[in-house]
């Protein structure tokens, strides 16, 4: 069956992917395989508008740069093209009032501006960042190992020899509080909690989920230390400098390469490789798949004897709400009621948790919501090549959409019979959503020169793995998190296959481009080669 003899072979061309080969091609032979045209999972880059360049899926790269990867491979990354920029303002939030608040890059900053809006707020705030900073080798810890490993258990164990066992469990209690409780019990201001309110969506948490509240502060903790960066020239310049990385080591990348099926050997235990459409057959003993779980155990893995268990997990795995997206290149940059939100990077359009929350319930429920929240990201304030001189790029995410459609909360749109997406609906959402940037900035609809609407669906056809549009992998709630990701019995990035591993946002440590996934794994298989 051997057309060529690899190491590794990886199944997907994500950050994960691409961190997991740039990582394990420095001592083995590693190819990558990619069902898609371009490589990158959802870091891509196209244009929008003539000399109008955008990203139509992911954007920023904050747990990028706050991930042991990037310390491992920043400097490669830079070496081969890919850089980074962000604005000292990583984000900020306009209330429907008119009132307006921005986060800044300096902690003491931002407490005075906190105080000043309502005593004691700053202090608060100066309180949660300064634990975060006191707990930060078991907080993070917990994120950059493997959960089922003797560096996690050492990492609870030193907690509890140094701080004792009831502070161990408070501080596990602490940790599952929600976005709303958190907010209530730290913060008088309404300004303040809209500020920090929406940002456990952007880890597919809704604010009443516990372990939202922990989430939130984590997220403002990485904003203040690195910004909101943007990759220089878009979002697709890192997947192209990780392939650079890749290859300069002997790996390979292909794309148009869709595989079928991972082939079992002949004793029906190890891995032999993996079958292409069109019947090609590679062979090497570890194969990683940067897959979802139904793609996993349903498509990849379906000539293996696995226990029921194993198959009846994936059934059930389930997946979160989905997103969409909206695109425009403008005339000008966005005239805000306050002109320094022009330098926010990522700006929420949001009354606070309220909001959130009702907009998060209702499209759980399957209802368009009536007032969504507006993630605004404004990519050309930390990169003003991606548009003509004086010009601008809008990004606008929407956390909060069912992949399913069951009514329209407002009663305005029409929803087909059969609850799918179609063009007519997308398009009436996304002039809801438009009239809410309109409502702040009078004249907004007159600096359109182009706009590009993308629903769930349009989202999941552009990547297999983002079922129905969902981008984080699947649920993330506490019973498919940490030690429950993907699946309760699974450990680590094990599959129950011999010699195939499961790396991407449905496994530890979750969503977003950190890459983290792909490096926990290639540094497990390496140790395992060195043992060997």
């Not at 032999?272 to 779980?293: D, F, K, M, N, T």
């Not at 330098?343 to 998060?360: F, P, Q, R």
């Not at 997406?421 to 020169?449: C, K, Q, S």
């Amino acid at each position: 069956m051997t057309v060529s003899q690899y190491d590794h072979v990886i199944i997907g061309s994500g950050i994960n992917a691409l961190v997991c080969a740039a990582v394990l091609s420095r001592d083995a032979r590693v190819l990558v395989l990619e069902r898609e045209a371009v490589i990158g999972g959802t870091m891509r880059t196209a244009e929008l508008h003539p000399g109008f360049i955008y990203d139509p899926l992911a954007m920023t790269f904050v747990l990028l740069q706050v991930s042991p990867v990037f310390a491992e491979l920043g400097e490669a990354l830079a070496h081969c093209g890919a850089r980074f920029s962000a604005t000292d303002a990583p984000t900020g939030v306009l209330m429907s009032d008119g009132r307006s608040l921005a986060l800044s890059c300096d902690r003491g900053v931002d407490a005075g501006r906190f105080n000043a809006l309502s005593k004691g707020d700053g202090d608060a705030f100066l309180a949660e960042m300064g634990g975060i900073d006191a707990d930060a080798a078991l907080i993070f810890g917990l994120f950059n190992n493997p959960v089922w490993s003797a560096a996690s258990a050492k990492l609870f164990a030193g907690y509890a020899m140094k701080n004792g066992v009831h502070a161990l469990l408070t501080f596990i209690g602490r940790n599952l509080v929600t976005q709303r409780k958190r907010l209530a019990g730290s913060y008088q201001s309404d300004l303040v909690r809209a500020l920090f309110a929406p940002w456990p969506t952007h880890a597919g948490l809704d604010p009443e989920q516990p372990f939202s509240g922990k989430m939130g502060e984590l997220i403002t903790y990485a904003l203040q230390a690195v910004g909101a960066p943007v990759a220089v020239g878009g979002a697709a310049k890192v997947p192209q400098a990780l392939r650079a990385i890749i290859e300069a080591h002997g790996g390979a990348v292909r794309t148009g390469a869709d595989v079928e099926a991972v082939l079992p050997g002949t004793d029906g235990r190890d891995v032999a490789g993996v079958r292409l459409a069109g019947g090609e057959e590679i062979s090497a003993p570890s194969v990683i798949c940067s897959v979802a779980p139904d793609q996993l155990y349903h498509r990849l893995l379906t000539e293996w004897d696995l226990p029921d268990h194993t198959r009846d997990a994936a059934a059930r795995y389930a997946y979160g709400k989905g997103n969409m997206q909206l695109h425009y290149a403008l005339e000008r940059p966005v005239d805000w009621p306050d002109p320094s939100l022009q330098d926010v990077a990522i700006l929420h359009l949001t009354d606070g948790v309220d909001d959130v929350s009702k907009a998060s319930n209702e499209a759980t429920r399957g209802m368009l919501p009536v007032r969504p929240t507006v993630c605004v990201g404004q990519p050309t304030a930390a990169d003003p090549s991606r548009a003509p001189e004086g010009k601008a790029v809008l990004w606008v995410q929407l956390p909060e959409v069912p992949r399913e459609l069951k009514g329209d909360a407002a009663g305005e749109i029409k929803i087909p019979a059969d609850g799918s997406w179609n063009e007519v609906v997308r398009e009436a959402y996304a002039d809801r959503v438009e009239g809410m940037i309109a409502a702040h900035v009078p004249g907004f609809r007159d600096t359109i020169l182009a706009r590009q609407a993308l629903s769930p669906a349009d989202i999941a056809a552009m990547n297999i793995n983002l079922v129905g549009g969902d981008p984080y992998g699947g649920w993330c709630g506490l019973d498919q998190f940490f030690l429950f990701r993907p699946f309760p019995h699974q450990r680590n990035h094990t599959t129950g296959a011999a010699g195939v591993s499961h790396i991407g946002a449905s496994t530890h440590p979750g969503p977003g481009l950190s890459g983290m996934s792909g490096y926990l794994a290639a540094k497990a298989l390496g140790k395992r080669k060195r043992r060997r």
